[in-house]
């Protein structure tokens, strides 16, 4: 049978194969209600010829690529990993292909792929940027489609987020360490102008002041976030004239370098130096001896934001065109189909909601002078006496890091826990998990996707955050203190 695109199958051949009209085969093939022999004839004669839906002239008619892309700053890190598999679960059940970048944190890099919505090459965009400039503010607000931001963004930009609770979780992981013994207690940290570096030194410092500590820079280092940094920076601290016998560090990767510097130094870990680290990585357990961290979720803020993603897209859909493959296009609203914002996803406002992160890992090694046992879940948050001695207050003079103004994390005045929230870390009233939904078949992949049951559309023009509340996971790198530290003259060879 000819067809006329070149032999490639097409409505005009299916209706002729089914002997039904055209009109009949666009509305089975848009999911449009129809007789149930004509559906059965329409997709057997689909089937027979190899129909595909051309995913391109959907797109470009104003349809459905069925693809979403997710930009992160590292593929090597192993809590973007996570976020991949937690993304993927949600969206391959949608009948989403996701596509992976990784951005390597360049800023020019990440914009571009804000941009790149515009070409039509992906339906929507989550991404992960650990610097927000006003470059950043101005492409998300004129983004072509729906974005979801893991991380944190200013107060007014009008897209969903969702974010950790990086300065809690870091005056938990000093806490924790102080309440073991630690007195001198070291921060290797990220770049000071990217948000992680900065709200997780702010949570450090109002940690040493809540017990009484006072801040030394001498024991703060920065540096990239690496493996390798990581070493480099312990040696720097070795080098030093002053003497620590804990180390915090921003995150797995920094937590890992360093113990391999301390190690190879002769240090025993925990005895002479305790090592605690954030995130809780597959890199947590990789060494020896197992590093306690705190966990922010990684799996769980992937999860979310596809959760956040589809919500939009179904929104946007439910005042949709229908297009066939022969460039018909129909709109439900009686006219042409546009790009207005509605049409984009986009939203305007602020709301936040609350969830649970994942749970700590297995237990291994000493429970700590506080009581706390190996894999224990303390989601202890920053005291009033921490957050009225912080000289940093939430809204910076200066703006945010990377130049933006407004918030940087947390959703309270303080920026500690979300707003409205429960300080002790409880369960919030975050969105739920989704049913399972069956993958589309090739026939229905060029279909509007339906609303998902138990799952309410988005406030129009409000845009959502999801704070995930900070756990520690307690391991054998930060065993309370049994001997004094060695003197500084022979830590590093």
């Not at 990220?190 to 009484?212: I, K, M, Q, S, W």
């Not at 801040?215 to 920065?222: G, I, M």
Request: proline residues 9%; neutral net charge.
């Amino acid at each position: 049978m000819r067809t006329s695109n070149g032999g490639q199958p097409t409505i005009v051949s299916i209706a002729a194969r089914a002997g039904v009209s055209i009109a009949s085969v666009s509305r089975v093939l848009n999911g449009q209600p129809a007789r149930p022999d004509t559906v059965a004839r329409v997709r057997r004669a689909a089937d027979e010829l190899g129909y595909v839906p051309n995913a391109v002239a959907r797109s470009l008619k104003g349809g459905r690529t069925r693809q979403l892309t997710f930009a992160m700053p590292d593929i090597g890190n192993p809590v973007y990993v996570a976020m991949v598999r937690a993304i993927q679960a949600v969206t391959k059940a949608a009948g989403y292909r996701l596509l992976l970048h990784s951005t390597d944190a360049v800023a020019e890099d990440e914009l571009a792929v804000l941009r790149s919505l515009g070409d039509r090459t992906s339906d929507g965009l989550i991404i992960c940027p650990i610097r927000i400039t006003e470059a950043h503010i101005e492409a998300l607000t004129n983004a072509a489609g729906p974005v979801v931001v893991i991380g944190s963004l200013p107060a007014g930009v009008p897209v969903d987020s969702v974010r950790a609770d990086s300065i809690a979780g870091a005056a938990m992981a000093v806490r924790h360490l102080f309440a073991g013994g630690r007195r001198r207690i070291a921060l290797i940290n990220g770049p000071p102008d990217t948000v992680p570096g900065h709200n997780r030194e702010r949570g450090y410092r109002l940690a040493l002041t809540g017990c009484g500590l006072s801040y030394d820079e001498r024991l703060v280092v920065h540096t990239e976030f690496g493996i390798g940094p990581g070493t480099a920076a312990a040696r720097r601290l070795l080098e030093t004239a002053a003497p620590f016998d804990a180390v915090f560090c921003a995150n797995d990767q920094l937590a890992l370098g360093a113990a391999h510097a301390l190690l190879a130094a002769g240090l025993r870990i925990p005895q002479d130096v305790a090592v605690a680290g954030m995130d809780d990585s597959a890199l947590a357990q990789a060494g020896w001896p197992p590093l306690t961290s705190v966990d922010l979720g990684s799996s769980e803020r992937g999860r979310l934001a596809a959760e956040m993603l589809l919500d939009r897209l179904e929104a946007a859909d439910a005042g949709a065109d229908d297009v066939d493959d022969a460039g018909n296009v129909r709109s439900s609203n009686g006219g042409r189909g546009g790009s207005g914002s509605a049409g984009r996803g986009r939203a305007g406002g602020r709301a936040t909601d609350h969830l649970r992160g994942d749970d700590p890992g297995p237990d291994d090694g000493a429970h700590d002078s506080a009581g706390h046992r190996p894999g224990d879940d303390v989601t202890d948050r920053v005291t009033d006496a921490e957050r009225d001695a912080d000289p940093d207050p939430d809204t910076d003079p200066g703006g945010a890091p990377g130049g933006s103004p407004g918030r940087q994390d947390g959703g309270g005045r303080d920026g500690v826990g979300p707003a409205g929230g429960d300080r002790s870390g409880a369960a919030g009233s975050g969105p739920s998990r989704r049913p399972d939904v069956p993958t589309a078949s090739p026939v229905d992949a060029g279909r509007r996707p339906r609303p998902r049951p138990g799952r309410p559309q988005p406030p129009v023009g409000t845009a959502r955050t999801t704070t995930a509340p900070p756990r520690l996971v307690v391991r054998a790198s930060t065993a309370p203190a049994t001997t004094p530290p060695r003197p500084p003259e022979t830590r590093f060879a």
